[in-house]
């Protein structure tokens, strides 16, 4: 099935034209209006994905990712959403399509992995209907020419017993087992862009890698570009060519994955390396987790929407906000966007948290007090990210 | 599984023993003295007769004893002897048992046909002018007594346009036009009330149906919005409107002996009417045991047919 | 409400009413907030709201309301007025078929409904409400002597049940009717009840309450009761709507209050005799009794989703 998805035209790599990306987000913004006012859950994100490139959105729960994801695909249901900016897909503006010709889309050209595999399977549908009823609506397969497909895909996921498994309700899978089928749905039609949102936070430790290492190959050998959305930094580390770092609905860090490790720029992504459970520690020293919580989206601060919480603050970060712009000269080069003053790594930055230290702002303090095991803790996830990434590179070669 | 039916069949027939217990215990004990029924009123001072009437019939038993032979009886089909007419009762409830079934089944069907799509467009259109009409008219339809609504049927349909016979009944062996026509008023001073309830629950399933994850990801997958609706939606709502239709069956018992009253119609109900109003204790009895046990046992039968329709049940139990 | 006819909807509370499935908290705060809650309605709500104190003052103060006639008195016996009349000045919905003013009959079968459904209501609230709170608070035997009532009484249908009393007491009246509904009524609003006492036991302060050596009976009175209420008031609204329905529909079959006395549902089936000649007379009656059970059912809902609402945004 790759080898017949490489030659379909349009969707393999080879007919596409290198200026062109795929994807192209230019500031996005959505909003839900609700009673207590608007909730400004995305703020004005831009990101471009090539064909056959994975993209990582990282953040914390109420970052904006999955209304992101959602609004690229334009999924955010209810009357009270609204939606603006550019989101250009294989050179069709997707905001300005009548909904119908949007609706062809999904599934087909743009699929999405969701969060809970617990519940977006239908508890009273067998899974077999379920895994090709779009298959055969879509693409007008058959009933057998269906059947046959859906056992080739439960096998391709690694699910055993593949054809008794057909017969089977969702409730009597595991969790895991679940979201492997929700992924061969959504490869089914073997759509050129796949969102993944959050595919593994309700799995278990151990079903997550399994997980995580099934969609990179099938995303390798489909050669689909890929949007994986997540909480953890230590997911998207030698898992995906890019990563965007969401914060309050905006875009605070963005770099070449591997760049990113290296030469993290944003306070916030390091606040969200320090929090990454390490395998190797006791899985309750998440020592440093940020202090405080995000913002309320209804009710943004001016200036920074992580001053509050952030270790290097200054006055200056209260007052206005920072632009999104190119993180110096390392070696990100002007693929390296930042959102910040004082940014990790320069000198402005360390003046900035020594100045917060000898004023014991507690968050630095906090900071300063786990550093030991802060900066192992990068190191640590320096060294996997190149590691991963090499198998990654010699996986895909 | 098994244990859960067996379970659920235990309870079953006990609730049915208390039932016929209770319905036979309050006809033996309560004042009125059901020998005075069985003689004439000028033989009531007669005492020597009283009692040899109370021995022939076994009144003189202790109440357990009678119970038990009572129940023996019943269990085979013998539910004692009208003490107006003299005939079996059991024989006086077999010809109407149709009657009332069909009246049942056409309330049934009418509430089915038009209250699930009606509810499913109102649903799924939330908020609609068309929703709010259908839920107006719902509201209406609760608040109209089935008698009120039979005589406003009876006026229209059977007065003014004498479209219809305002009473009695058409065996359908006899013909079935005018059967058709003798279930139509009954079965709609019925139904209205079934197909609010119906389309409102409905109604409140689908649009909470409509919000779960998986008609999100069934969208994502690039079905059309009526499949999802037909297939991913309805199903999963439709196993409460299952046992709620179930529930109401068992709850029209009371809906019918009201409509068969005011349409005169030789059901079940009717005959219970007329033995309240003969004071024939066995008739009496005999119609509460059997439309209680029929109640139970319609109630609990919705409780099996759910175990069997959902699959997470199915499976866990 | 389901079940026009008969007390089905509130034998299945566990599953078919939606208080059941959701059981909001809900407090009415009477005086001030009643008021509130009035002008917050939507007009259509609002109407609704101010038939039933309309209906609800008629009933009670009907023997005072000056110019009322009796509702018994047969005019046409003393050669006063004629049946089946029209509306007039004399009398203003006319007069029925044997010349009684039918506003008077449509103010006291208001009082009539209010009683049956207020002597009901009231029975299930105190006995039903009571006996729950304390079986699902004290457990163990008493529990089970209750369920075992309440299991029993749910098995019957209830106008088979009422039938089968009727005939069997051999009496009919008001008095009867409300004792033999409000027999059965005490089942579900005990079901209720006893399910609000056992999640209301495991709360911290009853647990505290024990802790500190408070009597049993003192923690029936003073926390588990004053819990379990709300529920049951709220719910009694449901049942409102269904008792005025069982009222006018026994009546009507002529098993209910006796005749004379008004009552809606007697006063149609006397009409109704004279369906083919005059239907006006049938026409107040029915109004009446199908805007008072509108009217409930509309409040209700109402409140019901506005106190949901209201708990979920705190
Ligand atoms: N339908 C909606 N109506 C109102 N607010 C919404 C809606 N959907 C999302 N939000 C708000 O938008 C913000 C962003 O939510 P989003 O689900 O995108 O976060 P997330 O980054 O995906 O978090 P998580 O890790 O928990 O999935 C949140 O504050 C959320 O409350
Ligand atoms: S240093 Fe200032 S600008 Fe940078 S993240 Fe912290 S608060 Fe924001
Ligand atoms: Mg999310």
């Given at each position: 099935m790759p080898a017949e998805n490489a030659s379909t035209p349009g969707t393999g790599p080879v007919a596409v034209s290198a200026g062109?990306?795929?994807?192209?987000?230019?500031?996005?913004?959505?909003?839900?209006?609700?009673?207590?006012?608007?909730?400004?859950?995305?703020?004005?994100?831009?990101?471009?994905?090539?064909?056959?490139?994975?993209?990582?959105?990282?953040?914390?729960?109420?970052?904006?990712?999955?209304?992101?994801?959602?609004?690229?695909?334009?999924?955010?249901?209810?009357?009270?959403?609204?939606?603006?900016?550019?989101?250009?897909?294989?050179?069709?503006?997707?905001?300005?399509?009548?909904?119908?010709?949007?609706?062809?889309?999904?599934?087909?050209?743009?699929?999405?992995?969701?969060?809970?595999?617990?519940?977006?399977?239908?508890?009273?549908?067998?899974?077999?209907?379920?895994?090709?009823?779009?298959?055969?609506?879509?693409?007008?397969?058959?009933?057998?020419?269906?059947?046959?497909?859906?056992?080739?895909?439960?096998?391709?996921?690694?699910?055993?017993?593949?054809?008794?498994?057909?017969?089977?309700?969702?409730?009597?899978?595991?969790?895991?087992?679940?979201?492997?089928?929700?992924?061969?749905?959504?490869?089914?039609?073997?759509?050129?862009?796949?969102?993944?949102?959050?595919?593994?936070?309700?799995?278990?430790?151990?079903?997550?890698?399994?997980?995580?290492?099934?969609?990179?190959?099938?995303?390798?050998?489909?050669?689909?570009?890929?949007?994986?959305?997540?909480?953890?930094?230590?997911?998207?580390?030698?898992?995906?060519?890019?990563?965007?770092?969401?914060?309050?609905?905006?875009?605070?860090?963005?770099?070449?994955?591997?760049?990113?490790?290296?030469?993290?720029?944003?306070?916030?992504?390091?606040?969200?390396?320090?929090?990454?459970?390490?395998?190797?520690?006791?899985?309750?020293?998440?020592?440093?987790?940020?202090?405080?919580?995000?913002?309320?989206?209804?009710?943004?601060?001016?200036?920074?929407?992580?001053?509050?919480?952030c270790p290097y603050v200054q006055q200056k970060c209260r007052e206005e906000p920072p632009p999104l712009v190119a993180a110096g000269d390392g070696a990100g080069g002007a693929s390296h966007l930042s959102a910040c003053w004082y940014p990790v790594g320069t000198d402005a930055g360390r003046d900035a948290f020594a100045r917060n230290l000898a004023d014991r702002l507690p968050q630095t303090v906090v900071v300063a007090e786990g550093s030991e095991f802060a900066e192992s803790a990068a190191a640590n996830a320096a060294a996997e990210a190149t590691a991963a990434n090499g198998s990654f590179e010699g996986g895909g070669a | 599984?098994?244990?859960?039916?067996?379970?659920?069949?235990?309870?079953?027939?006990?609730?049915?023993?208390?039932?016929?217990?209770?319905?036979?215990?309050?006809?033996?004990?309560?004042?009125?003295?059901?020998?005075?029924?069985?003689?004439?009123?000028?033989?009531?001072?007669?005492?020597?007769?009283?009692?040899?009437?109370?021995?022939?019939?076994?009144?003189?038993?202790?109440?357990?004893?009678?119970?038990?032979?009572?129940?023996?009886?019943?269990?085979?089909?013998?539910?004692?002897?009208?003490?107006?007419?003299?005939?079996?009762?059991?024989?006086?409830?077999?010809?109407?048992?149709?009657?009332?079934?069909?009246?049942?089944?056409?309330?049934?069907?009418?509430?089915?046909?038009?209250?699930?799509?009606?509810?499913?467009?109102?649903?799924?259109?939330?908020?609609?002018?068309?929703?709010k009409a259908v839920s107006a008219v719902a509201q209406f339809g609760l608040s109209i007594p089935n008698f009120v609504l039979g005589l406003v049927l009876i006026y229209v349909f059977a007065i003014k346009l004498r479209w219809l016979p305002a009473t009695g009944w058409t065996r359908i062996s006899d013909s079935v036009t005018g059967n058709l026509k003798s279930v139509a008023m009954p079965a709609i001073a019925l139904a209205v009330a079934e197909v609010a309830v119906y389309l409102r629950v409905l109604r409140s399933d689908i649009i909470s149906t409509l919000k779960e994850n998986y008609i999100l990801s069934a969208r994502a997958k690039g079905l059309k919005d009526r499949f999802i609706l037909f297939r991913h939606a309805l199903r999963p709502s439709s196993l409460t409107l299952t046992t709620l239709i179930g529930l109401n069956i068992a709850g029209l018992i009371t809906g019918t002996i009201v409509i068969e009253q005011l349409f005169a119609i030789p059901g079940l109900g009717r005959r219970l009417f007329s033995a309240v109003f003969q004071r024939d204790y066995m008739m009496v009895q005999g119609l509460t045991v059997l439309l209680a046990a029929a109640y139970v046992i319609i109630n609990a039968t919705v409780d099996f047919i759910y175990i069997a329709i959902d699959p997470r049940i199915r499976r866990r139990a | 409400m389901a079940d026009p006819t008969g007390l089905r909807s509130l034998q299945e509370d566990g599953q078919a009413s939606a208080l059941a499935r959701s059981p909001a908290p809900f407090r009415v705060r009477v005086g001030r907030s009643l008021w509130n809650a009035f002008r917050e309605m939507p007009w259509p709500t609002r109407a609704c709201a101010s038939w039933l104190v309309l209906i609800v003052t008629v009933a009670i103060f009907a023997d005072w309301i000056p110019g009322l006639q009796d509702p018994n008195y047969q005019g046409f016996l003393f050669g006063k007025s004629k049946t089946l009349d029209p509306p007039s000045m004399e009398h203003w919905l006319g007069t029925d078929n044997v010349s009684r003013d039918i506003l008077a009959r449509v103010v006291h079968g208001a009082r009539t409904s209010l009683i049956f459904a207020g002597g009901v209501l009231l029975c299930g609230l105190v006995f039903g409400g009571l006996l729950g709170s304390a079986a699902g608070f004290l457990r163990g035997r008493f529990e089970a002597v209750v369920m075992f009532y309440v299991d029993v009484s749910l098995a019957f249908p209830a106008l088979v049940f009422f039938l089968f009393a009727i005939t069997m007491l051999n009496t009919r009246g008001l008095g009867i009717m409300t004792v033999a509904v409000a027999l059965l009524i005490i089942a579900p609003y005990t079901r209720i009840a006893r399910a609000n006492s056992l999640s209301v036991s495991d709360r911290e302060f009853v647990t505290a309450a024990r802790a500190i050596g408070t009597s049993r009976p003192r923690i029936l009175v003073r926390e588990i009761i004053p819990n379990v209420y709300p529920t049951l008031v709220a719910y009694s609204l449901i049942v409102a709507a269904v008792l005025v329905i069982l009222e006018a529909t026994l009546s009507f079959l002529g098993i209910g209050v006796p005749i004379p006395r008004a009552s809606w549902g007697g006063d149609i089936n006397m009409a109704r005799r004279d369906i083919a000649i005059n239907v006006w007379p049938m026409i107040p009656p029915i109004l009446a009794l199908v805007a008072t059970i509108l009217s409930v059912n509309v409040v209700s809902d109402w409140l019901r989703s506005n106190a949901a609402s209201r708990s979920s945004a705190l």
């Amino acid at each position: 099935m790759p080898a017949e998805n490489a030659s379909t035209p349009g969707t393999g790599p080879v007919a596409v034209s290198a200026g062109s990306p795929l994807l192209r987000v230019d500031d996005l913004h959505t909003s839900f209006h609700v009673a207590a006012g608007e909730v400004r859950a995305v703020r004005g994100v831009s990101l471009t994905l090539d064909r056959g490139r994975t993209l990582g959105i990282v953040g914390e729960s109420g970052s904006g990712k999955t209304v992101l994801a959602r609004s690229i695909m334009r999924l955010n249901i209810g009357g009270n959403v609204s939606t603006s900016g550019n989101v250009e897909f294989e050179g069709r503006d997707l905001l300005d399509l009548p909904l119908k010709a949007m609706k062809n889309l999904w599934g087909t050209e743009l699929a999405m992995v969701f969060q809970d595999p617990m519940t977006s399977l239908n508890p009273v549908v067998r899974v077999g209907r379920q895994l090709t009823e779009h298959v055969r609506s879509n693409l007008g397969a058959g009933r057998g020419e269906a059947r046959q497909m859906a056992i080739d895909l439960l096998r391709e996921v690694r699910i055993p017993d593949a054809e008794a498994r057909l017969r089977a309700f969702p409730h009597e899978l595991s969790g895991g087992m679940r979201q492997r089928i929700c992924i061969a749905i959504a490869l089914a039609c073997e759509p050129a862009l796949l969102f993944a949102d959050e595919p593994t936070t309700a799995l278990d430790v151990t079903v997550q890698h399994q997980i995580l290492n099934l969609l990179g190959r099938e995303q390798r050998d489909r050669e689909m570009a890929m949007i994986l959305v997540t909480h953890d930094l230590g997911v998207v580390a030698g898992r995906t060519d890019d990563t965007i770092v969401m914060y309050a609905g905006k875009v605070v860090e963005q770099a070449p994955t591997r760049v990113l490790f290296t030469e993290m720029r944003h306070p916030y992504s390091e606040a969200l390396l320090r929090s990454i459970p390490r395998i190797g520690q006791r899985s309750h020293t998440r020592l440093s987790a940020i202090t405080g919580r995000p913002p309320d989206p209804i009710d943004i601060p001016p200036g920074c929407p992580f001053s509050p919480r952030c270790p290097y603050v200054q006055q200056k970060c209260r007052e206005e906000p920072p632009p999104l712009v190119a993180a110096g000269d390392g070696a990100g080069g002007a693929s390296h966007l930042s959102a910040c003053w004082y940014p990790v790594g320069t000198d402005a930055g360390r003046d900035a948290f020594a100045r917060n230290l000898a004023d014991r702002l507690p968050q630095t303090v906090v900071v300063a007090e786990g550093s030991e095991f802060a900066e192992s803790a990068a190191a640590n996830a320096a060294a996997e990210a190149t590691a991963a990434n090499g198998s990654f590179e010699g996986g895909g070669a | 599984m098994g244990r859960l039916i067996a379970g659920r069949m235990v309870r079953l027939v006990a609730t049915l023993l208390l039932v016929t217990f209770v319905t036979f215990m309050a006809t033996s004990l309560l004042p009125g003295d059901p020998v005075n029924a069985l003689i004439p009123i000028e033989a009531q001072q007669d005492r020597e007769f009283v009692e040899q009437v109370r021995e022939e019939w076994g009144f003189n038993d202790p109440l357990l004893v009678r119970y038990g032979r009572w129940l023996g009886d019943a269990v085979r089909g013998d539910l004692g002897d009208s003490y107006v007419t003299g005939r079996p009762i059991i024989d006086e409830i077999t010809p109407r048992l149709p009657v009332t079934g069909e009246l049942m089944v056409v309330t049934v069907l009418l509430g089915i046909l038009i209250g699930v799509p009606l509810g499913l467009v109102s649903g799924y259109r939330e908020g609609s002018r068309a929703d709010k009409a259908v839920s107006a008219v719902a509201q209406f339809g609760l608040s109209i007594p089935n008698f009120v609504l039979g005589l406003v049927l009876i006026y229209v349909f059977a007065i003014k346009l004498r479209w219809l016979p305002a009473t009695g009944w058409t065996r359908i062996s006899d013909s079935v036009t005018g059967n058709l026509k003798s279930v139509a008023m009954p079965a709609i001073a019925l139904a209205v009330a079934e197909v609010a309830v119906y389309l409102r629950v409905l109604r409140s399933d689908i649009i909470s149906t409509l919000k779960e994850n998986y008609i999100l990801s069934a969208r994502a997958k690039g079905l059309k919005d009526r499949f999802i609706l037909f297939r991913h939606a309805l199903r999963p709502s439709s196993l409460t409107l299952t046992t709620l239709i179930g529930l109401n069956i068992a709850g029209l018992i009371t809906g019918t002996i009201v409509i068969e009253q005011l349409f005169a119609i030789p059901g079940l109900g009717r005959r219970l009417f007329s033995a309240v109003f003969q004071r024939d204790y066995m008739m009496v009895q005999g119609l509460t045991v059997l439309l209680a046990a029929a109640y139970v046992i319609i109630n609990a039968t919705v409780d099996f047919i759910y175990i069997a329709i959902d699959p997470r049940i199915r499976r866990r139990a | 409400m389901a079940d026009p006819t008969g007390l089905r909807s509130l034998q299945e509370d566990g599953q078919a009413s939606a208080l059941a499935r959701s059981p909001a908290p809900f407090r009415v705060r009477v005086g001030r907030s009643l008021w509130n809650a009035f002008r917050e309605m939507p007009w259509p709500t609002r109407a609704c709201a101010s038939w039933l104190v309309l209906i609800v003052t008629v009933a009670i103060f009907a023997d005072w309301i000056p110019g009322l006639q009796d509702p018994n008195y047969q005019g046409f016996l003393f050669g006063k007025s004629k049946t089946l009349d029209p509306p007039s000045m004399e009398h203003w919905l006319g007069t029925d078929n044997v010349s009684r003013d039918i506003l008077a009959r449509v103010v006291h079968g208001a009082r009539t409904s209010l009683i049956f459904a207020g002597g009901v209501l009231l029975c299930g609230l105190v006995f039903g409400g009571l006996l729950g709170s304390a079986a699902g608070f004290l457990r163990g035997r008493f529990e089970a002597v209750v369920m075992f009532y309440v299991d029993v009484s749910l098995a019957f249908p209830a106008l088979v049940f009422f039938l089968f009393a009727i005939t069997m007491l051999n009496t009919r009246g008001l008095g009867i009717m409300t004792v033999a509904v409000a027999l059965l009524i005490i089942a579900p609003y005990t079901r209720i009840a006893r399910a609000n006492s056992l999640s209301v036991s495991d709360r911290e302060f009853v647990t505290a309450a024990r802790a500190i050596g408070t009597s049993r009976p003192r923690i029936l009175v003073r926390e588990i009761i004053p819990n379990v209420y709300p529920t049951l008031v709220a719910y009694s609204l449901i049942v409102a709507a269904v008792l005025v329905i069982l009222e006018a529909t026994l009546s009507f079959l002529g098993i209910g209050v006796p005749i004379p006395r008004a009552s809606w549902g007697g006063d149609i089936n006397m009409a109704r005799r004279d369906i083919a000649i005059n239907v006006w007379p049938m026409i107040p009656p029915i109004l009446a009794l199908v805007a008072t059970i509108l009217s409930v059912n509309v409040v209700s809902d109402w409140l019901r989703s506005n106190a949901a609402s209201r708990s979920s945004a705190l």
